[in-house]
């Protein structure tokens, strides 16, 4: 198995524009996670899915954010407009039963400038 | 009070000495403890994880936890140059089912 794939691996974008982030979780796993991590805050859990409904979006920082999963294959990570203050890392993991032993992918280098 | 403390370091040891990196939590009512390693650039890996009070090992890694005095730690003996990376301590608390991670402790191990 190839892991979890994100892409992009890197996104520079302008604020006001629209930034799509992409996951493809690992084949069986039934939880898909979106974490944000900065140096001042650390790693945070954004949302999570379970057999692709969103569970917990509470860590979604506001409106401008929002995160689907149409299939067990697939997931994204809207954010519009960004804002210089969403320049972060990205990551997406994915597990089987929970949060025992998340597998993290590359994760997404996003700059808004 | 954060909800899952760790030292930011840098911790810095010898190679081949014994690293000691801990964590503390403040929900008392936690049951699972993990620990993750990120080198520079790249994404968290699992390390260990522990659920009951004492020890538990795996190869160099040693993860100790206590509960009365909510702490977790991690040991790593006979460091190496490769250990060199930023080590997380996670958290499932009771009242969630969602990691809390701790703001991670740089371990710099010196040839």
């Known amino acids: 198995d190839a892991g979890v794939i994100q892409s992009p691996r890197h996104e520079v974008t302008e604020m006001g524009q629209e930034v799509t982030l992409r996951c493809k979780p690992i084949s069986g796993h039934d939880y898909l996670f979106w974490y944000r991590q900065t140096m001042m805050r650390g790693l945070e859990l954004l949302i999570y899915f379970n057999n692709n409904v969103p569970i917990d979006d509470s860590g979604m920082p506001e409106d401008r954010f929002s995160a689907k999963m149409p299939n067990a294959s697939f997931s994204t990570l809207k954010i519009q407009p960004s804002e210089p203050r969403d320049s972060a890392v990205y990551f997406c993991a994915s597990s089987f039963a929970g949060f025992k032993n998340p597998f993290f992918g590359s994760g997404t280098q996003l700059s808004v400038l | 009070q954060k909800e899952v403390e760790q030292n930011s370091g840098p911790l810095s040891v010898p190679e081949g000495a014994i690293a000691s990196l801990n964590c503390t939590y403040s929900d008392r009512g936690s049951q699972s403890f993990f620990w993750y390693r990120q080198y520079s650039g790249k994404s ?12 538990k090992e795996d190869g160099r890694f040693t993860a100790q936890l206590n509960k009365a005095s909510q702490y977790v730690s991690l040991l790593i003996r006979d460091s190496q140059p490769s250990d060199s990376a930023t080590y997380l301590c996670a958290v499932i608390p009771s009242y969630g089912q969602n990691f809390v991670f701790g703001p991670g402790t740089r371990l710099s191990v010196l040839p």
């Open chain 2, 44 to 55: 968290p890996e699992l390390i260990m994880f522990i659920y009951s009070n004492g020890d």
